[in-house]
């Protein structure tokens, strides 16, 4: 059974850095396509980041790129979003989501992923 959790939300003043964990069990990350979205309240899930295991090459949202980075862990099958100069429009719930042996068509849109953990909440204050 996939299953994917989440965890290192919490609460950081503007200009603070988070680091998320996306830790998988039921599949292996290798050779996967793994994203991290995010959720505000009355917004639409948007995709911030998200990496190609297989040959660690990554991608961004306009919004976050320059501060935001995914990386990969296989030895401990975990996808980390490292989160830097974290602005106050950065609060959100934070997912990550996997689509195992797919190729999304759109690596930021959440269409194109099966399989989603439960988020960890991200509050930025000003």
């Known amino acids: 059974q996939v299953q994917l959790v989440e965890s290192g939300g919490g609460s950081v003043q503007a200009g603070g850095s988070l680091r998320l964990s996306c830790a998988a069990s039921?599949?292996?990350?290798?050779?996967?396509?793994v994203a991290w979205f995010r959720q505000a309240p009355g917004k639409e899930r948007e995709g911030v980041a998200a990496?190609?295991?297989?040959?660690?090459?990554?991608h961004y949202s306009d919004s976050v790129k320059g501060r935001f980075t995914i990386s990969q862990d296989n030895a401990k099958n975990t996808v980390y979003l490292q989160m830097n100069s974290l602005k106050p429009e950065d609060t959100a719930m934070y997912y990550c989501a996997a689509d195992p042996g797919g190729s999304p068509a759109d690596l930021l849109n959440p269409r194109g992923y099966n399989y989603w953990g439960q988020g960890t909440q991200v509050t930025v204050s000003s």
């Open positions: 039921g599949f292996t990350y290798s050779s996967n396509f």
């Open positions: 990496i190609y295991t297989g040959f660690g090459t990554t």
